[in-house]
């Protein structure tokens, strides 16, 4: 649809989309610094005491990959190894952080804190934690991303990166028009930050022995392995086009 629209001339712009296109010299792009806000909210937990942060992804697409690199980056400038037993894989819901927090919590060294992809995802791990009769933040941390309005309204409320959305909106609004006054103009990539809003459901320190409930093993190895193979292959492409 959207190659149909720029060969009729119509003024494109793409908001938070997940592919990070290759045509961006003909559409506007506005999209959020995903790396280094996934980065900063695995760096508080880290200050917080946390060393074993579960991460529940969502489906392999560009945006899933920065957040899993932001996180991975966090963990690695603070000396954490990467575990990869503790990313899941997961999709855009609810149901996805209920199971994904299962097999965390119930893995036989669970995560003290996990971050979910999105905030749908981190509610159905704040589930999870209360079905199991865990305590959010005292015995798991729990982390999203989008700050969506639920986000303040759960119990305890989440921490979470917010998208400036009215801004993002008011950009891709202004650029359509700009295109249209001006045909010619070029296409553009328009990066906002993401702020880390702290909130109830990170705020106490890691918990420092808890008992492991019943061994459930992790689903999907191997797509965390895929995911994980696809984030080192785009560094080693990083590297060569570097040099």
Avoid: W
Avoid at 178 to 191: F, N, Q, S, Y
């Amino acid at each position: 649809m959207i190659t149909s629209m720029l060969e009729r001339g119509v003024a494109v712009a793409i908001i938070a989309g997940s592919d990070r296109r290759a045509d961006y010299e003909q559409i506007v792009g506005v999209r959020t610094d995903d790396r280094r806000g996934e980065y900063e909210l695995t760096a508080h937990l880290v200050a917080l005491g946390h060393r074993r942060i579960g991460f529940i992804t969502g489906p392999t697409d560009q945006v899933t990959l920065e957040r899993l690199t932001g996180y991975r980056d966090a963990l690695s400038e603070a000396g954490v190894a990467l575990d990869p037993s503790l990313i899941v894989p997961g999709d855009f819901d609810l149901h996805t952080g209920q199971v994904g927090a299962a097999a965390l919590l119930r893995s036989p060294a669970p995560p003290t804190a996990i971050i979910a992809r999105d905030d749908y995802v981190a509610i159905g791990v704040l589930s999870t934690a209360k079905r199991l009769g865990l305590r959010v933040p005292e015995d798991v941390a729990v982390a999203g991303h989008d700050d969506i309005e639920l986000a303040v309204h759960v119990d305890p409320p989440l921490t979470t990166i917010a998208q400036p959305l009215y801004e993002m909106g008011a950009y891709a609004m202004q650029a359509i028009l700009d295109r249209i006054a001006d045909p010619h103009l070029a296409g553009e990539v328009k990066t906002f930050n993401s702020p880390l809003i702290v909130r109830r459901s990170t705020l106490a320190t890691a918990a420092d022995e808890r008992p492991a409930p019943f061994i459930d093993a992790l689903a999907n190895r191997a797509l965390v392995e895929s995911l994980l193979s696809s984030l080192d292959g785009q560094s080693a492409m990083m590297g060569r086009g570097g040099g």
